[in-house]
């Protein structure tokens, strides 16, 4: 099988071989596959059941109880009931079910921690805590709880900062973001902050966020950050990808609101985990193999739709959207200083604040050369100069939503090197006229620091040591404690 990742005919320098060799021999072309709890399978997408079971046999004994089935909702609904109000929503409830249906893979954890850099950048300037916020409001990517847990494993490397992962945007207050120095934007999409339903809240947790970096502190984002609100926000909601507790809340609401109120009780959760068991246990022996649990559980309790839907094992994310890929000649790029069709400009600032808004990307694993526009900047020197290539979905941001004149660019697409072939799977309607294709950069947003990078949607780039360098010194600039020369690239 050929590897994907950071090319070996670009070796960096001799010093570099040896993680970027690393990098390389772990990253391989993905094939779409199924997730479990322990490495076993997780349904492969045909049903709920699977990763169902997976997520109440909480003993990992490949069967569950009625105790199991009742202890997990339990668990469930007091981690969603945060306000002790004896009654959750759906969407309070998918914040709590996000860790439990959404974890790394153990082997790409290994992975990545294989992969992890030794000497850091620069020496913390003080004790700094980071709040990891990976909630998505539309396309929900698989490598959100990877990037997660490698932003806590290279704070732990060196004690460079704390970490706490959050999937709920009722964390982002004022009084919540004071005991943090940094938030890392985790393939955040949508308007992920948002409350349709409550301008006030939403309006709050904008301002809370801006007031957080304009008043000194850092941001760092990575992958799709830049595919938020760009949208309508009328309305949230998860799609496509690892939603599996978008589903999951969704069917345990359907089923369990007796009441009709839209919300879940304590007591109306308890009676759906009653409910089911004595409708999956169907030999009454208080116990069910994890296999029978899922398939009488697709049988008759969430039969996947035609085709194979449901919320099965989480498929790895190097399938591609299928958005924005096919090129239609007839059509015309948007002219410099025009919005592109469609586009909703919800929350101006976070564009600006992010860098820009996503439009198109190749598919998953598109061969990318990336340019080091920075040769040198300390958030660079990883690459020591040296173009590479890289397998990934690689983003491209609407004509006028980026500018050299508004961000200082570390690394790019070298356009140049794409082949007529590869640049004609863009459409012409959101090419750029400029060919500048931006991957990572930084800027100063008020009295704080900003940091970006574009790949990240696949889970192998969390194996490949240099990126994880590039990173780890993205987020110790927007800390504060890597001082780099941030001005716009083009004046």
């Given at each position: 099988?050929?590897?994907?990742?950071?090319?070996?005919?670009?070796?960096?320098?001799?010093?570099?071989?040896?993680?970027?060799?690393?990098?390389?021999?772990?990253?391989?072309?993905?094939?779409?596959?199924?997730?479990?709890?322990?490495?076993?399978?997780?349904?492969?997408?045909?049903?709920?059941?699977?990763?169902?079971?997976?997520?109440?046999?909480?003993?990992?004994?490949?069967?569950?109880?009625?105790?199991?089935?009742?202890?997990a909702?339990?668990?469930?609904y007091?981690?969603?009931?945060?306000?002790?109000?004896?009654?959750?929503?759906?969407?309070?409830?998918?914040?709590?079910?996000?860790?439990?249906?959404n974890?790394?893979?153990?082997?790409?954890?290994?992975?990545?921690?294989?992969a992890?850099?030794?000497?850091?950048?620069?020496?913390?300037?003080?004790?700094?805590?980071?709040?990891?916020?990976?909630?998505?409001?539309?396309?929900?990517?698989s490598?959100?709880?990877?990037?997660?847990?490698?932003?806590?494993?290279?704070?732990?490397?060196g004690?460079?900062?704390?970490?706490?992962?959050?999937y709920?945007?009722?964390?982002?207050?004022?009084?919540?973001?004071?005991?943090?120095?940094?938030?890392?934007?985790?393939?955040?999409?949508?308007?992920?902050?948002?409350?349709?339903?409550?301008?006030a809240?939403?309006?709050?947790?904008?301002?809370?966020?801006?007031?957080?970096?304009?008043?000194?502190?850092?941001?760092a984002?990575?992958h799709?950050?830049?595919?938020?609100?760009?949208?309508?926000?009328?309305?949230?909601?998860g799609?496509?990808?690892?939603?599996?507790p978008v589903?999951?809340?969704?069917?345990?609401?359907?089923?369990?609101?007796?009441?009709?109120d839209?919300?879940?009780?304590?007591?109306?959760?308890?009676?759906?985990?009653?409910?089911?068991?004595?409708?999956?246990?169907?030999?009454?022996?208080?116990?069910?193999?994890?296999?029978?649990?899922?398939?009488?559980f697709?049988a008759?309790?969430?039969?996947?739709?035609?085709g194979?839907?449901?919320?099965?094992?989480?498929?790895?994310?190097?399938?591609?959207?299928?958005?924005a890929e096919?090129?239609?000649?007839?059509?015309?790029?948007?002219?410099?200083?025009?919005?592109?069709?469609?586009?909703?400009?919800?929350?101006?600032?976070?564009?600006?604040?992010?860098?820009?808004?996503?439009?198109?990307h190749?598919?998953?694993?598109?061969?990318?050369?990336?340019?080091?526009?920075?040769?040198?900047?300390?958030?660079?020197?990883?690459?020591h100069?040296?173009?590479?290539?890289?397998?990934?979905?690689?983003?491209?941001?609407a004509?006028?939503?980026?500018?050299?004149?508004?961000?200082?660019?570390?690394?790019?697409?070298?356009?140049?090197?794409?082949?007529?072939?590869?640049?004609?799977?863009?459409?012409?309607?959101?090419?750029?006229?400029?060919?500048?294709?931006?991957?990572?950069?930084?800027?100063?947003?008020?009295?704080?620091?900003?940091?970006?990078?574009?790949?990240?949607?696949?889970e192998?780039?969390?194996?490949?040591?240099?990126?994880l360098?590039?990173?780890?010194?993205?987020?110790?600039?927007?800390?504060?404690?890597?001082?780099?020369?941030?001005?716009?690239?083009?004046?």
């Open positions: 099988m050929k590897p994907t990742g950071l090319s070996m005919r670009t070796l960096i320098t001799a010093g570099a071989v040896g993680s970027l060799a690393l990098a390389v021999g772990m990253v391989y072309a993905q094939a779409p596959g199924a997730s479990g709890r322990g490495g076993r399978g997780g349904g492969g997408g045909r049903g709920a059941g699977a990763p169902m079971a997976a997520a109440v046999d909480t003993n990992n004994n490949d069967a569950v109880t009625r105790d199991e089935l009742k202890s909702f339990d668990a469930w007091t981690a969603a009931d945060k306000t002790k109000s004896n009654g959750i929503t759906q969407f309070q409830l998918q914040v709590a079910l996000t860790p439990v249906f974890q790394a893979k153990p082997e790409d954890v290994s992975a990545m921690e294989t992890l850099p030794s000497s850091p950048a620069a020496k913390p300037t003080k004790a700094h805590k980071v709040l990891v916020f990976g909630n998505a409001a539309g396309f929900i990517h490598s959100i709880p990877l990037a997660a847990k490698t932003v806590e494993e290279l704070g732990k490397k004690n460079l900062w704390t970490t706490t992962i959050s709920d945007p009722a964390d982002i207050t004022a009084a919540n973001l004071k005991q943090y120095d940094l938030i890392f934007l985790d393939s955040t999409t949508g308007c992920f902050l948002d409350d349709p339903k409550d301008a809240a939403t309006a709050a947790r904008r301002k809370a966020f801006m007031d957080f970096v304009n008043d000194g502190k850092g941001i984002g990575i799709a950050a830049s595919d938020s609100y760009h949208t309508d926000c009328s309305h949230v909601g799609a496509g990808g690892s939603a599996n589903t999951a809340s969704t069917l345990i609401l359907t089923q369990g609101d007796t009441n009709g839209q919300k879940l009780s304590r007591q109306e959760i308890d009676a759906l985990a009653a409910t089911w068991f004595d409708k999956l246990d169907t030999a009454k022996a208080g116990t069910i193999s994890r296999e029978d649990f899922a398939t009488r697709n008759s309790i969430s039969p996947a739709p035609a194979g839907g449901g919320f099965g094992g989480r498929g790895r994310s190097g399938g591609g959207r299928g958005r096919t090129t239609a000649s007839t059509e015309k790029r948007v002219p410099q200083g025009q919005t592109p069709p469609g586009t909703v400009l919800d929350w101006p600032e976070f564009n600006k604040l992010i860098g820009g808004y996503f439009k198109f190749w598919v998953y694993p598109q061969l990318i050369t990336v340019k080091i526009d920075d040769p040198k900047s300390p958030l660079t020197a990883m690459f100069g040296q173009e590479f290539e890289i397998h990934d979905e690689t983003y491209t941001f004509q006028d939503s980026f500018s050299r004149k508004n961000v200082h660019m570390l690394t790019s697409i070298d356009y140049s090197k794409m082949s007529e072939a590869d640049k004609d799977k863009e459409p012409v309607a959101t090419g750029r006229t400029d060919g500048d294709y931006a991957l990572s950069y930084i800027h100063r947003q008020g009295k704080g620091r900003v940091f970006y990078e574009a790949h990240g949607h696949a192998q780039i969390y194996a490949m040591t240099p990126m360098e590039h990173v780890r010194a993205g987020i110790q600039y927007a800390l504060g404690d890597l001082k780099a020369d941030d001005s716009p690239s083009q004046k």
